[in-house]
């Protein structure tokens, strides 16, 4: 069991670009959670995936936000058109269906300059 | 809309002594309740997990309890050492289990 892994670790853009960051998560866990934190705050639910079935999208998932878990294994976050505010830890965290725990990775750091 | 609420947002305390950080949360209809801790930069490293139907989980020098009908946790460190520094997350679940509310930590100091 290797645990949820993340990558890029690290990723500085420029205003207006596309970022994409990825999970790969425990193996056999069906559900896939994205969270962002920003500085000084708690993580805040964005959208999870069940298998490859997206069930729900936070309001904080703006129309430049897609996910992705194609067969229902690694999942993609995606920002287009990049700004200022989305500077943020971007956390990922998987479960096993019948399990009660969230697992989480070590995240994303993403700066906007 | 569930809130969580952690306080205080940052505690200073000599090594040794024992302390308690603070979780309160509006709504009692929760799932479970997870106690977190994040290091500077870092990812979260669960710590204690207390479901619904229990009061109070227990690992090494940590205890967590809880108190659904008042809508409070806390969280119990015993003969804190400088390896404790770190921010200590709340977050509860609903019943389902999906999307965890979290609150903005307790940015826990141990001065050697």
């Known amino acids: 069991d290797t645990g949820v892994s993340q990558n890029p670790r690290h990723k500085i853009t420029k205003r207006g670009q596309n970022v994409t960051f990825r999970c790969d998560p425990i193996?056999?866990?069906?559900?896939l959670y994205w969270y962002r934190q920003t500085l000084g705050q708690g993580p805040e639910f964005l959208t999870y995936?069940?298998?490859?079935?997206?069930l729900e999208k936070s309001r904080l998932l703006s129309d430049r936000f897609s996910a992705e878990r194609p067969k229902g294994s690694f999942s993609t976050l995606e920002i287009q058109r990049t700004e200022q505010g989305d500077s943020a830890m971007y956390l990922c965290?998987?479960?096993w269906g019948q399990g009660i725990e969230q697992f989480f990775g070590p995240g994303t750091r993403l700066t906007v300059l | 809309k569930q809130e969580v609420t952690q306080i205080p947002a940052a505690l200073s305390v000599p090594e040794g002594e024992n302390l308690v950080l603070n979780c309160s949360f509006t709504?009692?209809?929760?799932?479970?309740l997870q106690w977190f801790r994040q290091d500077p930069g870092k990812g979260l490293t669960s710590l204690l997990l207390?479901?619904?139907?229990?009061r109070e989980q227990t690992s090494g020098r940590l205890n967590a309890s809880l108190d659904k009908s008042s809508g409070r946790s806390t969280l119990y460190i015993a003969a804190s050492q400088p390896g404790d520094s770190a921010t200590y997350l709340c977050?509860?679940?609903?019943?389902?289990?999906?999307?965890?509310?979290f609150g903005t930590g307790t940015r826990l100091t141990i001065i050697p």
């Open positions: 207390i479901q619904s139907s229990q």
């Open positions: 995936f069940q298998n490859e079935a997206q």
């Open positions: 977050a509860v679940s609903p019943f389902g289990n999906e999307k965890l509310t």
């Open positions: 193996s056999e866990h069906n559900r």
């Open positions: 965290a998987s479960r």
């Open positions: 709504d009692s209809a929760i799932y479970n």
